[in-house]
């Protein structure tokens, strides 16, 4: 089942300490198992930012060696001490920037393969996702998810950790010279942490929330613009421009404002680390000065110690600036996390049943659904579809009738009863295997960017352009496709710019042709047909429709008429079942919708 992280808490702003806490863990061990795949390279990182930072932090010890020892030695007239004092400081100069160097490419190698391997990850675990995920969590929010939130992780994997860790070490082995060059100073120092601690704490409790609103008003920002896009022109149709111009506005102007709290935050941080960094710089000078005077401390070595607190808080504000990215990063992980916790509702049998030759026989014995959570929406229902029968499913909206055909889909699982294809359990069929012998053609037609050809072979993979004329010609399509300025050549773009609906519609039929399923299910399927094309499919239907299985969801009536069989749908039960010419001749329903359809033709 589901654990509904990533739809249920996808807009919470703040958390309970324990959901959040099982929420951090998650997101770390999403890190983690990405980081442990580059172990290899990990490691020798590891060394080279080691290495590198020893000798960055070397550079105080060296100038306090060559004043208190260097200088002397050379004023006796030992200029040897010169060039040994000298070659150390360059020699270190030339291992810490090299190894830097090489640090930095192998960081950049990691952060990519970690990005590379993060995305695939969100964009196949998102096709494998049950529609049940897909109608609750929006197109944006996907969207944000595959492109908001993993920039802000790349920013932070390209940059943010590397220097971040190259910085924490640097602040240790700094700390470590200064402890060696004197002790006392060494406390003066470490008294620091206390207010920079504070400091941090601070910072983080605010900006968690900051952070994770940020990523909320982000994926709504990108869900806003792309809806209103995707349906640009119901937007012309209805005048929406101002509308919409004002609902996004409102929605950048939270993001905006968002931001600027992030700054302010930040504002706070960063000038309070630089005010804590000049204060022990200045009482270890005080402190210095003092120990100067009575001789227990040399020149060269408060020279160092000066140089050592100096550059032990330059990373700590870039750590500041470091941390502002990392907590923008662990909302965007939390988000991202928990969508790959997501499960599908509709799992693959462990042990699927082998089909052999399927004729297409179905079966609802006491079948029970509802959606989600929700209420039951199809109670006892009991149907029997004998394997080659044409049934044509009519009804209100929301009777049931695409409920009836995304089950046989296995979009959903009932919640109990059971419901065969060929008395194999439909929840037991391989994936594969119910995809090959049950084809849907839904009311959109989507069309992929590529040519017509390429689209209508998603039937059949492989197929040879000869196959594909075929199902063209089968179904009424190929005269208007020969017609297209390059024919099966020509690339509909996305969403079919370059074919109108009725003709995404007729590429839809030819591709289910192809596939030449056991079950085909029509969910209204010739809603945008006008009426010539409308006849030609039903032509093109008598082919496609052959001795194979076919459930026809329609408000077409044009359409029922070649079914064998009609069901009437109302409230997730059958109230109507015969043939189109015994349900005409009665009283109910059917003949109501029949009567009424007449009458509009007229």
Request: one cysteine or more.
């Amino acid at each position: 089942m589901s654990t509904n992280t990533g739809v249920s808490n996808e807009d919470a702003i703040t958390l309970s300490a324990a959901e959040r806490k099982r929420v951090r863990t998650r997101s770390w061990r999403l890190l983690a198992t990405l980081a442990s795949r580059q172990k290899p390279m990990l490691v020798l990182t590891v060394v080279l930012v080691v290495i590198s930072n020893a000798a960055r932090a070397s550079f105080p010890i060296i100038i306090a060696w060559a004043i208190d020892w260097g200088l002397p030695q050379v004023t006796g007239g030992n200029l040897a001490a010169l060039g040994i004092t000298g070659g150390a400081y360059v020699f270190s100069a030339i291992t810490a920037g090299s190894l830097l160097g090489w640090y930095v490419l192998c960081t950049a190698k990691i952060s990519q393969a970690m990005l590379l391997d993060l995305r695939l990850r969100v964009f196949r675990h998102t096709q494998r996702l049950s529609l049940e995920f897909h109608e609750k969590y929006t197109s944006g929010r996907i969207i944000s998810r595959q492109t908001s939130d993993l920039e802000t992780l790349r920013e932070l994997l390209d940059q943010g950790i590397s220097e971040l860790v190259s910085a924490c070490v640097f602040v240790t082995f700094t700390l470590i010279s200064i402890f060696v060059l004197d002790w006392r100073s060494g406390i003066v120092v470490m008294i620091a942490a206390i207010p920079i601690s504070l400091l941090f704490g601070w910072y983080q409790r605010r900006s968690e929330v900051v952070y994770r609103e940020s990523r909320v008003v982000s994926a709504r920002l990108i869900g806003t613009f792309v809806e209103t896009m995707t349906g640009i022109r119901a937007v012309k149709a209805f005048r929406k421009e101002k509308a919409n111009d004002a609902n996004y506005a409102s929605v950048a102007g939270e993001y905006r404002d968002n931001s600027i709290r992030s700054i302010n935050l930040f504002g706070v941080l960063q000038p309070g680390l630089v005010l804590v960094g000049n204060l022990s710089v200045a009482a270890v000078l005080a402190w210095g000065g003092f120990r100067i005077l009575d001789g227990t401390l040399a020149v060269g070595v408060l020279v160092a110690l000066l140089l050592a607190t100096k550059r032990v808080f330059q990373p700590v504000e870039n750590i500041a600036m470091f941390y502002s990215s990392l907590q923008a990063a662990t909302a965007a992980l939390e988000k991202v996390s928990g969508l790959l916790e997501e499960s599908p509702t509709v799992v693959e049998p462990a042990r699927p049943q082998p089909l052999g030759e399927v004729a297409g026989a179905l079966k609802f014995e006491d079948a029970v659904f509802g959606y989600g959570d929700g209420p039951v929406i199809m109670d006892s229902f009991d149907l029997d579809i004998p394997a080659g029968q044409t049934v044509a499913v009519v009804g209100q909206t929301g009777a049931g009738k695409s409920t009836l055909a995304k089950l046989i889909a296995r979009f959903y699982d009932l919640r109990s009863g059971t419901l065969t294809l060929d008395s194999v359990p439909i929840d037991q069929i391989a994936n594969d295997d119910l995809r090959r012998h049950v084809v849907m053609v839904t009311q959109e037609s989507f069309l992929f960017s590529g040519t017509v050809a390429e689209n209508i072979a998603l039937g059949k993979p492989g197929a040879s352009i000869e196959e594909i004329i075929l199902a063209a010609r089968a179904v009424g399509a190929h005269e208007f496709i020969t017609a297209l300025p390059e024919a099966y050549d020509t690339d509909v773009n996305k969403r079919g710019g370059r074919v109108s609906a009725g003709q995404r519609q007729l590429i839809s039929f030819a591709r289910a042709f192809l596939a030449d399923p056991a079950v085909l299910i029509l969910d209204e399927a010739t809603s945008s047909l006008d009426i010539p094309s409308e006849r030609a499919v039903q032509r093109g239907l008598q082919t496609l429709l052959g001795n194979r299985t076919a459930l026809i969801i329609a408000h077409r009536l044009s359409t029922v008429q070649i079914a064998d069989r009609v069901l009437v749908v109302h409230d997730g039960k059958i109230v109507e079942d015969g043939s189109p010419a015994e349900l005409i001749g009665s009283a109910g329903r059917f003949a109501a919708l029949h009567k009424a359809w007449k009458d509009s033709l007229v």
